[in-house]
């Protein structure tokens, strides 16, 4: 019972409104240097890819950025990476959890919603049901996967080298992170040294970039004996900036090898991708229903938790062609909003869709088939629009409208027939038929189902299998009995209605008689289906 009150109750719906598996490690971008085991040297670490949390509000930018170092010994390793702003003006904290973003690309969850549009339009038409049950399939919703992995760093030292000057320390979960600015490359170069690195002055000349003007650095390294490669990490910077900042060009210095990076902004935003980068670069646009963050992620969002939009931004390009660092307007293109109002408002938009289809079809199917009425746009719009009650709104619409000229000599008798209450009797009578008629159809398909589940039932009647006996059985057969009762004519007044018959007048509609309004039903079906689809198929291409 409850299957078929389900599918009766979307029948309803449809007629008259609508219906890691992680890697490794994850790696943030900036410089990682670590001293050789075996030489009096040191190299670059490899990095396999970076991941970047950003969120920005009122100027103020908050920006999670791990590493992780494909389980190699992280003993001694130095990670450093530019933050363009006041160093007493920078926040530094320690995460070891990362937002959990998934939810659906906005253009995927668009299409998605207008294709169950597509078929809500189809459906009120009544007559092609069996057809779109038939031809339904399954949607799997894509899903972006996160991958959230550990941040091995370096080795701990505190000192103040030459030229550099520290302005925070902060000692975390296994880890040291400090904010410093270096007034030349020769004190930043010392102090590397003194974080037990064999640099030579001049050997990384990607970080003479910064130097001499409005950047700060953050340099993280390992504090902790323990090997925390398996543990997640990450480190929490806030910053003051005009555009949201991401840094790139210290990548820059692993040459030709490509290190995938992905970055994910809340909110829509528009990065200002650089030449070089443009034919690597992916921007796609998000909304997470139900994101995830964790009580130590407060302090970075403390937003709406359901419905979040966010934006991931891909970047596989060589990284040699890094030659600059990634700038991020905090404004949502226009192509997104118009995408996410098909993806967030799916109702709402059917509804618009399905008066934009009957407006346009009634006008069009009703200048074929009436040529008396090609003048009257307005009217065939109106006929138009009652398709929005599906087809049966259309059909009775289309009765009682008057789509000829009038017969001014017969206008006495309609007098009299409206002063005796048969006009709106025989308007109520068709409307209560014709509602009546596929409820009864409907009816007459679902008895032996209904018949089995009270059989299975025991006989036993709840209230719940009444409501639905009354709804489907019950009411509509009242209906018709009294669409039968009404439309009764006096003896004495049947000669008013034979003047009507004479006059070619509907004895229903009181309007003259219209052979075309036979052709206009499918004629109006059949454009509605097409222009519906067109309309829909079309926004599906723009979104």
């Known amino acids: 019972m409850k299957k078929l009150l389900s599918f009766i109750t979307l029948s309803l719906i449809a007629l008259l409104a609508m219906f890691s598996f992680a890697p490794k490690s994850v790696l943030a971008d900036g410089i990682i240097i670590r001293p050789d085991p075996y030489a009096d040297r040191w190299d670059y670490l490899n990095e396999n890819n970076q991941q970047a949390f950003i969120n920005y509000n009122n100027g103020l930018q908050k920006m999670i950025i791990s590493v992780g170092l494909d389980g190699e010994n992280s003993k001694g390793v130095v990670w450093l990476f530019p933050v363009p702003a006041d160093p007493n003006k920078i926040a530094i904290d320690v995460v070891k959890n990362f937002p959990q973003l998934i939810g659906e690309e906005i253009s995927n969850k668009a299409k998605s919603n207008l294709d169950d549009t597509k078929k809500f339009l189809q459906i009120t038409q009544i007559y092609t049901i069996p057809f779109v049950a038939l031809l339904e399939r399954s949607y799997v919703d894509t899903m972006d996967t996160m991958y959230n992995v550990p941040l091995p760093l370096g080795t701990k030292d505190q000192g103040i080298e030459q030229d550099v000057v520290l302005y925070e320390h902060l000692e975390k979960e296994g880890i040291t992170s400090e904010i410093i600015t270096a007034k030349t490359a020769f004190g930043l170069y010392d102090y590397l040294k003194n974080k037990g690195l064999k640099i030579e002055r001049g050997s990384i000349p990607v970080l003479d970039n910064y130097i001499g003007k409005e950047y700060s650095f953050v340099a993280s390294w390992i504090n902790s004996s323990e090997n925390i490669v398996s543990k997640q990490r990450g480190v929490f910077v806030t910053f003051p900036t005009r555009d949201i900042y991401y840094p790139m060009l210290p990548t820059s210095v692993y040459g030709s090898k490509t290190i995938p990076t992905t970055i994910r902004v809340i909110g829509h935003v528009s990065p200002k991708v650089f030449h070089d980068i443009k034919n690597y670069t992916k921007t796609e646009y998000y909304i997470d229903s139900y994101p995830s963050f964790a009580d130590d992620l407060k302090n970075f969002y403390n937003g709406q938790t359901q419905n979040v939009k966010y934006t991931k931004i891909e970047i596989n390009a060589p990284s040699k062609f890094l030659t600059d660092d990634l700038w991020i307007s905090n404004s949502a293109p ?75 000599g017969i ?37 032996p189902l209904l018949i089995r589940e009270i059989r299975y039932s025991m006989g036993y009647f709840d ?70 689809w067109l309309l829909v198929k079309f926004i599906e291409l723009t979104v």
């Open 463 to 532: 209230f719940e299998d009444f409501i639905l006996v009354l709804i489907i059985y019950i009411l509509p057969i009242i209906a018709l009995i009294v669409s039968f009762i009404i439309k009764r004519i006096k003896p004495e007044d049947k000669n008013l209605f034979e003047q009507l018959k004479l006059s070619g007048y509907s004895s229903w509609s009181f309007q003259p008689k219209d052979k075309l309004k036979i052709a206009f039903v499918p004629v109006f079906s059949v454009s509605f289906l097409i222009i519906s």
């Open 334 to 408: 226009i192509k997104t909003y118009y995408s996410t109002f098909f993806a967030e408002y799916p109702v709402i938009s059917a509804i618009l869709l399905l008066i934009i289809s009957s407006l346009i079809t009634g006008i069009l199917a009703g200048w074929i088939v009436f040529k008396t009425l090609r003048k009257n746009i307005f009217k065939l719009g109106l006929v138009g629009l009652s398709n929005c009650l599906s087809i049966f709104g259309l059909l009775i619409t289309t009765i009682l409208v008057s789509t000829k000229e009038k017969d001014e």
């Open 411 to 447: 206008e006495p008798v309609l007098t009299e027939i409206k002063q005796k209450g048969y006009v709106w009797k025989r308007k109520v009578a068709t409307i209560l038929f014709l509602v009546a008629i596929p409820f009864l159809v409907f009816s007459l398909f679902s008895l």
